[in-house]
């Protein structure tokens, strides 16, 4: 596999996994096939593994420390902060806000140290930009944790490219996390460039557009009841059938290359620099094999304006999340 840097601090696979599926949002979890699944991530190459204190919420924490807990020299682990989560609730119900209070971002690394089993977080993200908090407060919050230890590298999710700015005037932001894929391409606006003049990392969450770009998903009713793919707009009825549509284009433009829908939509993620590390999800074996193998497919700069042509942005159907997820977003 080979090597992307985050910032000037952290060397990682050019393709991470995101393993918030394996304990949370997408249907039902088998934690003995997850681990089988992050133990053959390892051996297939990979080291940068993302998770976060709510994603369970906490409860894919302890998978993540669990299964890498031997092999944890051999990997970068990144996980965030940055909601108000209530205990005693359903996951549904257990986010109450955001939260980038400096107490909080000490309080939540202690106790992701403890879930992760280790002693020290290789990359600490801001989950979402706290707007009751100026951003200056937080991130010297984070790199205090960096001076005391407890924190390798510090990072940013869904931030506007002013506030990375900002932030990364008061310490070094090593990393980036947006969502990008072939059908969400925001980043491209501001961030990605800005990114680039910083020397900051870019993590692309989702460049498989949670699951459909891979053309597995061929109904809504596909998703469990409890998947939360339900809730967002690009899944629901009235825009499913137009996104499936584009999604039979790119498995032809797939098939022409003898390789799968998931593989081409991630490879197009993986060709867009040297900058760029995803991190599509995979809770079984095979579908993480298929992902490790598409950071080799080597994409021309024509075959990679072809296959944005044909799911550019004004033609796929609905927002990526619902306004009030989007409001936390570009802050």
Known sequence: MR??????????SAIGLGCMGMSF?????????????????VEL?????????????????????????DRRERVVIA??????????????????????RPENARSVAEASLKRLGTDVIDLFYLHRVDPAVPIEETIGAMADLVTAGKVRAIGLSEASAATIRRAHAVHPIAAVQSEYSLWTRDPEEEVLATCRELGIGFVPYSPLGRGMLTGAIRKA???ATNDFRRSLPRFQAENFDTNAALVKKLQELAKDRRVTAAQLALAWVVNQGDDVVPIPGARKLDHLEQNVAAAGIVLAEDERAQLGNAM???????????????????R
């Open 312 to 330: 550019s942005p004004e033609l796929v159907a609905g927002k990526r999340y619902s306004d009030q997820s989007l409001a936390l977003t570009n």
């Open 221 to 223: 009713d596909d998703l």
């Open 45 to 69: 190459g990979v080291t940068l593994f993302d998770t976060a204190e709510v994603y369970g919420p906490y409860e894919n924490e302890k998978l993540v420390g669990k299964a890498l807990r």
């Open 79 to 100: 996980t965030k902060f940055g909601f108000r989560i209530q205990p005693g609730v359903s996951a549904a119900e257990a986010i109450r806000g955001v939260d980038g």
């Open 3 to 12: 090597t992307r840097k985050l910032g000037n601090e952290l060397t990682v």
């Open 25 to 41: 949002a997408y249907g039902a979890t088998d934690e003995g096939e997850a681990i089988r699944t992050l133990h053959r991530a």
